[in-house]
C-alpha cells in the first residue's frame, strides 16, 4: 500500500481546507491535489503545490500587465509557436512541486536531472519502511540480446519463479538484518533495552537498490518537459517511465495547451540530422535509398526508418 491510514487521514484533511486567492488556479489540477497517483507496486507521485497555467507562459512571452483579451486559440497558437522554435524561458515561469516515493535505483536515475529542487527523506534522522519493489511478473524481462540497457522477453516459469522468490527473500534478509543492527523487533519495539543498536546512517547500507525512499522535487515546467521528454521515452527504463507517465496526465491537467505542444513538438515529433533530412528529401524525391552511401551510420539508419514507419 503506498501510504497508511494516518497519512491517508493527513491527506484528507489538507484536502479538505479551502484557502481564497487571486492567483492562478487549474480546477483539474486541484481535482487531484494532494491526492496520490500509485505508481508500481508502493511509490506514487502526488502534486503538493504549483504556480502558473497555460496564461501564465503567455503572459511571460507577451509580457502583458494580466490576461489580455486573446482568444484561447490564440494563446496556444503562441505556445505551440514558443515550443516549436525552442523558446524556452517563458515555460520557466510554471513551477510544481511533487512528493514522489520510489525505489532507490529509480532515484539514481533521477537525480541525474540537475534543474530541480530536491530534499529526500534522511535515513539517517529516520528509519526506512519495510517497502521494497518487486517487479510484475509480466516486467520479469531477460536481458535484451542487441540493446545492451534493455530487456527482452519475459521471463516465464520456474525461472521467473526463482528471480521472484530470490528478490523477496534478499529483501526480507536485509531488512531483518537492517532492524537487528538498528535494536528493533519487527513490531518497531526495542529488541534489548540495555543496547543503544547501530546509528540509523551506518545501519542503512545494509538495503538493496530496490527499498523505497522519498523526496519532495520542484521544478518550473521547461525543465519539467525536458525529464519527461527522456524519462516517458520507449528508452527509458519502464520502472521510471511509469512515474514520468503519470506526471505527463499530471502535465495534460495543469497547462493543456503546453501539452498538446509538447505533445506535437517532443514527444509525437523526430529529430532530424543533417544526413537524415538528405535521406528523407531523397525518398520524397522518389530516389530508392540504401543505408550504404547515406552518410548515416547502421544504428542511425535504423533509428531514421523507425521514426519513419519503414523497414531497415
Ligand atoms: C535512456 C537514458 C539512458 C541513460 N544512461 C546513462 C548511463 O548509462 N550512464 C549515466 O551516467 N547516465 C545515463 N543517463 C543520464 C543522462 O546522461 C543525463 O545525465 C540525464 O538524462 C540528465 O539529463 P540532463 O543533463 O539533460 O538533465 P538536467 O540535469 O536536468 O539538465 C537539463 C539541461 O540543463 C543544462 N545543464 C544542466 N547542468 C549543466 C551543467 N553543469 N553544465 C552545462 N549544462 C548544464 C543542459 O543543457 C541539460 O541538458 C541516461 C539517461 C537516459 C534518458
Known sequence: MPITPEQRAEIDRQRAVET?????????????????VPVLDHGFVRVVDYMGDDSAVVQAARVSYGKGTRKVTEDAGLIKYLMRHRHSTPFEMCEIKFHVKLPIFVARQWIRHRTANVNEYSARYSILDREFYIPAPDQLGAQAVVNRQGRGDVLQGEEAARVLALLRADAEQCYAHYEEMLNLRED???LDEGRQGLARELARMNLPLNFYTQWYWKVDLHNLLHFLSLRADTHAQYEIRVYAEAMLDI???????????????????????????????????????????????????????????RDA
Open 20 to 36: 481564497p486567492t487571486r492567483r492562478a488556479t487549474v480546477a483539474a489540477l486541484e481535482d487531484i491535489l494532494y491526492e496520490p
Open 188 to 190: 518497531g519495539t526495542t
Open 251 to 309: 502535465v495534460r491537467r495543469w497547462v493543456p495547451a503546453v501539452f498538446d505542444a509538447f505533445s506535437e513538438y517532443r514527444m509525437g515529433g523526430a529529430h532530424l540530422s543533417r544526413s537524415g533530412l538528405a535521406v528523407v528529401k531523397r525518398l520524397l524525391a522518389g530516389e530508392a535509398v540504401a543505408q550504404e552511401g547515406s552518410g548515416l551510420s547502421k544504428r542511425e539508419w535504423r533509428e531514421l526508418m523507425e521514426s519513419l514507419g
